[in-house]
């Protein structure tokens, strides 16, 4: 079982930036995958980024690619979203999410999820 809390969400103004952080409990942090995702109101729940096990490979959707980092430290059991230049179409709900397999962007593909992280971004 893995427990997942993200933090760093706000309200920022176009062209901004913020970073989102998301704490793991348990001992096995980097035996999983790791995933973020996002939910706009009214919208499905769409995949942002992902990082393999050891932090060797990462994956972004388009949307995002060129302004959005993922990073994890498995010393501190976290995984980071840096969002840079950041628009009002990113305003969602941001979610991080743990799985045992791996690093897709299908939110199948995952088994554990946070509670999620309101991102608000002016214009």
């Known amino acids: 079982q893995v427990q997942l809390v993200e933090s760093g969400g706000g309200l920022v103004q176009a062209g901004g930036s913020l970073r989102l952080s998301c704490a793991a409990s348990?001992?096995?942090?980097?035996?999983?995958?790791m995933g973020w995702f996002r939910q706009a109101p009214g919208k499905e729940r769409e995949f942002v980024a992902a990082?393999?096990?050891?932090?060797?490979?990462?994956y972004y959707a388009d949307s995002v690619k060129g302004r959005f980092t993922i990073s994890r430290d498995n010393a501190k059991n976290t995984v980071y979203l840096q969002m840079n230049s950041l628009k009002p179409e990113d305003t969602a709900v941001y979610y991080c999410?743990?799985?045992?397999?791996?690093?897709?962007?299908?939110?199948?593909?995952?088994?554990?999820w946070g509670q999620g992280a309101q991102v608000t971004v002016s214009s």
């Open positions: 999410a743990a799985s045992r397999l791996t690093a897709g962007s299908s939110r199948a593909g995952y088994d554990y």
């Open positions: 348990g001992r096995t942090f980097s035996s999983y995958a």
């Open positions: 990082i393999s096990r050891g932090g060797g490979s990462t």
